[in-house]
């Protein structure tokens, strides 16, 4: 769930709403519309203290949600609003000014986005490589999933999501290989004839980038995790200069 999203929702609420049930319902009515489409009562529980109302026990929530006629329990402790239920709630609790907020605030993140996109500020490839990859005409390769990659790259990096960041990374290496004359990126790195820099950037590429990516896709769950930066995936500078030189050798 967005926290953020979240708490400019539940301030709304609580300047509208004053009593526990109330609150309850609207925070299950959050989950279920924007946030996953159901919720524990655990889930619930942490709404109200991130909304700054503290923590109400667990078996008070389960009674309002039993009785409110608006809900409907999945399992004991997993609720959803029914969905023909949404405008009542809507209505009943004046959150059409809380629903705008989250609108704004999303339109005012798009916009932020698009501006930093327009200028090529967060960009992890330069929208300039992604119109000289478009460009390309080959009649041996479709470049279209490449280009699509790169695209969700970079969206992927605006909205942080790092881990799709590196996967991404190392797919495109995987991909582009066949371009080089190689079956895999290995091979790339070890034998393709090209200036010392540039074979420096695929090895860098090959075990460095492939290793982070392989730790995110391969390590099972453990007791405690460290999740990717925004530093750690950065191989923006060097999938350039390879993206380069497959616009290059196609040209």
């Known amino acids: 769930m967005n926290e953020d999203r979240f708490k400019i929702f539940a301030n709304c609420v609580v300047a509208n709403v004053n009593t526990i049930a109330q609150q309850a319902v609207a925070f299950l009515y959050f989950r279920t519309r924007f946030a996953g489409g159901q919720a524990t009562l655990q889930e619930i529980r942490l709404d109200f203290e991130l909304a700054g109302l503290g923590k109400p026990p667990l078996f008070k929530l389960r009674g309002i949600l039993t009785k409110d006629r608006r809900t409907k329990s999945v399992t004991k402790d997993t609720w959803i609003i029914l969905s023909n239920k949404f405008d009542e709630i809507e209505t009943n609790m004046n959150l059409s000014a809380c629903l705008k907020l989250l609108i704004d605030n999303k339109k005012t993140q798009i916009r932020s986005q698009m501006k930093k996109a327009k200028n090529n500020d967060g960009l992890f490839v330069d929208s300039q490589r992604i119109k000289e ?3 390309v005409i ?3 390769y479709d470049f279209s999933r490449l280009v699509r990659m790169c695209e969700e790259i970079n969206d992927n990096f605006l909205n942080k999501n790092y881990i799709s960041v590196i996967v991404l990374v190392r797919t495109i290496l995987n991909h582009v290989a066949p371009i ?6 290995l091979e ?3 034998n393709y004839k090209c200036e010392k820099s540039l074979k420096g950037i695929c090895q860098h590429l090959e075990s460095s980038s ?3 990516a392989d730790g995110y896709l391969h390590i099972p769950a453990r007791k405690k995790e460290v999740l990717p ?3 750690q995936v950065n191989f923006s500078q060097d999938l350039d200069s390879l993206l380069g030189e497959v616009v290059r050798i196609l040209k």
Do not use: D, M, P
């Not at 080089?180 to 990126?185: A, M």
């Open 133 to 135: 990859l478009k460009a």
């Open 138 to 140: 080959s009649n041996k």
């Open 180 to 185: 080089f004359g190689f079956k895999s990126f």
């Open 188 to 190: 790339v790195a070890n």
């Open 210 to 212: 492939r290793k982070i």
């Open 229 to 231: 930066t925004r530093t």
